[in-house]
């Protein structure tokens, strides 16, 4: 393992192995975010498997617009082209994502990571990563999966920021990394795409960050509601307990924090 080690695509060739074969990998030293770059390659017929990983955003993004930070050998981001079947539904996709990236660090030794509904990666209650997924216009079945990992925290993050980010505790060579997210993402998108994020929701909440804990929700448009937090149903729904009964919340506008 190196502290210096850069991503190169060679590298990731041979860490992928066998499973090279599957992946259509680009390196961009800069881009705009991973994820347009991505969807603008989807809309021109990218096949599945394809992935566009860049050293430097300009303009990263997590859900809503919100921006994402990252640096140069501090940061791992890359984006990801799935083509599913028509008629299966993306109900639960940034989940599976989610699950797959913990699974991946737990193979590689870099630690549990805990998950957050519907799309954050947590270390110790501060967000260790963050993932975006979207769907390709006028292909409802194809979806862009961005992923955003902090190896180290980014040396030009604000300092309130800072206070709620993580990072990888141990230096580690990105590209053996990005192969084992690689290698487990196509394992747990084929097993999403079969059997649904049911099958995923036992091992989902296995790491999950609030079971059972008291949580408030933030919705745009509606004052904050404070309840337990149930866990996640079997097509992605958080379960939502408040006033003795259990809520399903599926909107992707809502924000949830501990109380
Ligand atoms: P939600 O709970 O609704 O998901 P969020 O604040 O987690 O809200 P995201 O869209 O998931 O929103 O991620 C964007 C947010 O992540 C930014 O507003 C910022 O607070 C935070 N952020 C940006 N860059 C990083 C980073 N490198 N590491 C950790 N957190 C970051």
């Not at 850069?6 to 041979?14: G, I």
């Not at 769907?135 to 040396?155: E, K, S």
């Not at 929700?217 to 259990?246: K, N, S, T, W, Y």
Request: some cysteine; hydrophobic content about 45%; overall charge positive.
């Amino acid at each position: 393992m190196s502290a210096t080690a850069r991503l190169n695509l060679a590298a990731l060739s041979l860490a992928l192995g066998d499973t090279a074969r599957r992946f259509d990998a680009d390196l961009l030293p800069v881009c705009d975010s991973s994820n347009a770059v991505l969807l603008a390659r989807a809309e021109a017929g990218a096949p599945t498997g394809t992935v566009v990983i860049t050293e430097t955003q300009t303009a990263g993004r997590g859900r809503r617009g919100r921006p994402w930070l990252s640096a140069p050998g501090d940061s791992l981001t890359f984006s990801l082209l799935w083509r599913f079947a028509p008629g299966t539904s993306p109900a639960g996709l940034s989940l599976a994502t989610g699950l797959a990236v913990a699974t991946a660090l737990e193979k590689v030794g870099a630690g549990k990571t805990a998950l957050k509904w519907p799309n954050d990666l947590l270390r110790d209650g501060r967000k260790l990563g963050g993932i975006l997924i979207e769907l390709v216009p006028g292909a409802p079945h194809a979806a862009v999966i961005g992923i955003g990992l902090n190896l180290r925290l980014p040396g030009e993050m604000p300092e309130d920021l800072r206070a709620r980010s993580a990072a990888l505790a141990h230096p580690i060579d990105p590209n053996r990394l990005l192969a084992a997210l690689l290698i487990q993402l196509l394992d747990t998108l084929n097993h999403f795409a079969r059997h649904g994020f049911a099958a995923l929701r036992h091992d989902w909440q296995a790491r999950h960050a609030f079971e059972n804990a008291p949580v408030r929700l933030l919705a745009d448009f509606a004052p904050p509601r404070d309840g337990i937090c149930r866990g996640v149903a079997g097509d992605g729904a958080l379960l939502f307990e408040i006033d003795g009964q259990v809520e399903r919340i599926l909107s992707g506008e809502i924000s949830l924090r501990p109380r």
